[in-house]
């Protein structure tokens, strides 16, 4: 639980390569992959994509 | 008993240990949002355990539970949850009403159902069979898309947008980590359902138990009290002579 003590804080670093970096690289992600499996299911239900 | 068959029992454990958790809150706080996860998580873990359970032997309720509560109703659920933390409480009361209505009726056309249980195999996993188990054409299964696309939009959507917020304006890191790892778990869970679709069962096992372990950790992590510094006091002048 020590590993979330640093994440306890109120404001984050000023200069952080996580938070400057990471942390928005993996939401643009996500939100892609989202997107992603999102028109997948579409697909799916208008009989585009194939399903077993 | 495999590797992969036993996936689903830890995955039980640790929803179990999430639901208690949050039904806890919802007993404290009484917001609906933690109302609409447990029941959520409670039929994420109902699946994963009746997924256990059918690896060993089969029990057409426990396959009715399966479907329904951990591939159809629970990420709506989760998403629901999500819904009512960021959204106006009227929306939200109409949404529960269709959610509540559409979940009856995913149900009765469940129970309605005859199952195959002579396509069932014994230490094969459920997410391999199922297909043959229910009927062709089964009406339900059209309905699991719809539960889903509305749960990953509500769950995933919802936690990069409070991430977002959160990490715009520099504050609370805890819940920008947190909602992350709870999008990520949910976007585990809806990739491994994608796979199992297309005929890929044999994934979701694993993702059920990445989603399971992520979210929980976001959810720990996200609730987590910051610690917020002290304002800094002007020094106190000293009492002027009457």
Redesign the interface.
Same mark, same amino acid.
């Given at each position: 639980m020590n590993f979330?003590n640093r994440?306890?804080?109120?404001?984050?670093p000023q200069q952080s390569f996580f938070?400057d970096r990471i =942390?928005?690289t993996? *939401?643009l992600l &996500? !939100?892609i =992959?989202?997107v992603a *499996?999102?028109l &997948? !299911?579409?697909g799916?239900?208008t009989g585009l994509i194939a399903?077993? | 008993m495999s590797l992969n068959n036993m996936l689903p029992f830890i995955s039980t454990a640790i929803m179990l240990l999430f639901t208690i958790s949050v039904f806890q809150r919802y007993a404290v706080r009484r917001n609906p949002a933690f109302l609409y996860w447990g029941i959520g998580l409670a039929m994420f873990g109902a699946g994963s355990f009746a997924e256990a359970f059918l690896v060993l032997k089969w029990n057409s309720a426990i396959f009715v539970v399966w479907y329904l509560f951990g591939a159809a109703l629970n990420a709506a659920w989760l998403g629901h949850g999500t819904l009512a933390l960021l959204v106006q409480k009227r929306w939200v009361t109409v949404l529960t009403v269709l959610l509540v209505i559409g979940s009856v009726i995913a149900g009765i056309m469940m129970l309605q159902l005859t199952l195959n249980s002579g396509a069932y195999e014994t230490g094969v996993a459920i997410s391999n069979t199922y297909r043959e188990i229910m009927p062709e054409g089964a009406k339900v299964r059209l309905t699991t898309p719809f539960f889903n696309i509305y749960g990953l939009i509500m769950l995933v959507g919802g936690a990069l947008y409070s991430a977002f917020l959160f990490w715009r304006k520099r504050v609370l890191p805890n819940r920008v980590i947190g909602n992350v790892l709870i999008a990520a778990g949910a976007l585990s869970i809806g990739f491994a359902s994608s796979l199992a679709r297309l005929g890929y069962g044999e994934y979701l096992y694993i993702g059920e138990l990445v989603a399971a372990v992520m979210m929980y950790s976001g959810f720990l992590m996200a609730a987590a009290p910051s610690k917020v510094p002290a304002k800094a006091t002007a020094p106190e002048k000293a009492p002027s002579p009457a």
């Open positions: 979330l994440f306890k804080i109120h404001k984050m938070y =942390v928005p993996l *939401l &996500f !939100a =992959v989202t *499996l999102i &997948f !299911a579409v799916i239900l399903w077993a | -």
